[in-house]
């Protein structure tokens, strides 16, 4: 096989994401898929199947990497038997739905020398690098609070929350721009339509950098949403996914003033940086074939992707106990969580 193709199998349940198909190919790294449906093999021209229920665990030696987009239950198990057959493995977020569950698939891939990689495209946004790339130069000064809200119309997920469902995109670009795991979370919400799954989620964390931080989750929404709004010292930011201006920045704040409650405000220029334009989905995908082609293990984004796990983790636990304080486990991973191979610069 010349040195610039891979073969991966795309492994879904019923509509496959036709977008991972479209950009997959449109890379020219992608050489095959699994379908299901004739409009899925006339799209990629070719398709090699796999199926993960064989007992014996081989996959078509052709076959370089798996790419899953299956319900968030089966994460664990089918990626497991991707690594086990010595196979690279895309798996859609969350990674798993425990945190010793993400750690098995991390050992295992490292003791085999492949890649297992969690879909946040949200790291590959050309929006979410600006901002890491601001709070990195200090343009905001100290960081106070972040507040984002993530909303969407329907339930997803029959056997897992909305904090499974929706908070992974929303934790995972918050451990990218801080760069540590909060000490704590804090969950409430309720199950307005399915008893026992919560459909809106409040979720709150406490940083030891002092940040304070809001995340609102919901699946009962009149529409879709994503925003975040960072609070600096010097200056504050709304970042909005699907706004035509996905980044403004604000210079104003209060400033100290020791004869005053509450400061003087300053207010200056609302500012909308230039984004690059470019599709993260493919950038992420790219990503993932040159990791494959160079022996990169691609340690940042397991790390990452297993430190999500642990916060909606801590945070369904908090919800079933009512909002209590949880303490969520891997605190030391903190010092892992510094971006590699230049994420905040692309």
């Known amino acids: 096989m010349p040195q610039d193709r891979r073969i991966v199998a795309c492994v879904y349940v019923n509509k496959m994401p036709r977008r991972r198909i479209v950009f997959a ?38 076959v370089d990497a798996v790419l899953l987009a299956t319900p968030s239950v089966t994460h664990y198990e089918l990626a497991m038997r991707v690594l086990e057959a010595g196979k690279h493995v895309f798996v859609e977020t969350p ?16 003791a085999r020398h492949r890649i297992v990689m969690c879909g946040h495209t949200s790291l590959y946004n050309p929006a979410v690098r600006a901002v890491k790339r601001m709070i990195e ?8 609070y972040i507040s984002s809200s993530r ?14 469902d929706l908070g992974p995109h929303e934790f995972s670009i918050l451990l990218y721009w801080l760069s540590e795991m909060p000490t704590s979370v804090r969950a409430v919400g309720r199950d307005s339509v399915m008893r026992g799954i919560a459909d809106v989620a409040f979720v709150t ?12 989750l919901s699946w009962l929404a009149p529409n879709k949403l994503s925003r975040t709004a960072v609070v600096g010292s010097e200056r504050m930011l709304v970042y909005e996914d699907t706004a035509p201006e996905p980044l403004r920045l604000f210079d104003c ?13 300053r207010s200056g220029d609302i500012v909308s940086p230039h984004i690059e334009s470019y599709e993260p989905l493919e950038a992420q995908l790219s990503d993932f074939v040159q990791a494959i082609r160079t022996g990169e293990q691609m340690e940042y984004q397991t790390t990452l992707a297993r430190s ?17 304080e949880v303490a969520p486990a891997g605190a030391e991973m903190t010092t892992q969580l510094a971006p590699r191979r230049g994420l905040a610069a692309v």
């Open 25 to 62: 190919q449109h890379s020219g790294r992608i050489a095959s898929s699994l379908g299901k449906t004739r409009r899925t093999a006339e799209i990629q021209g070719k398709t090699t199947h796999v199926d993960l229920r064989q007992t014996d665990g081989r996959i078509d030696p052709a």
């Open 95 to 110: 990674l798993a739905m425990a945190a010793d569950l993400a750690d098995d698939l991390a050992i295992v891939a490292r």
């Open 137 to 144: 130069a200090g343009r905001l000064g100290a960081s106070y």
């Open 151 to 164: 909303f969407n119309l329907g339930l997803d997920q029959r056997a897992a929350s909305v904090i499974w």
């Open 205 to 216: 964390m406490s940083f030891a950098s002092g940040v304070a931080v809001n995340v609102e």
């Open 253 to 265: 704040g209060l400033g100290e003033r020791s004869d005053a409650a509450l400061g003087v405000r």
């Open 308 to 324: 999500v796990v642990r916060i909606a983790e801590a945070a369904d636990e908090s919800l079933r106990l009512g909002g209590t």
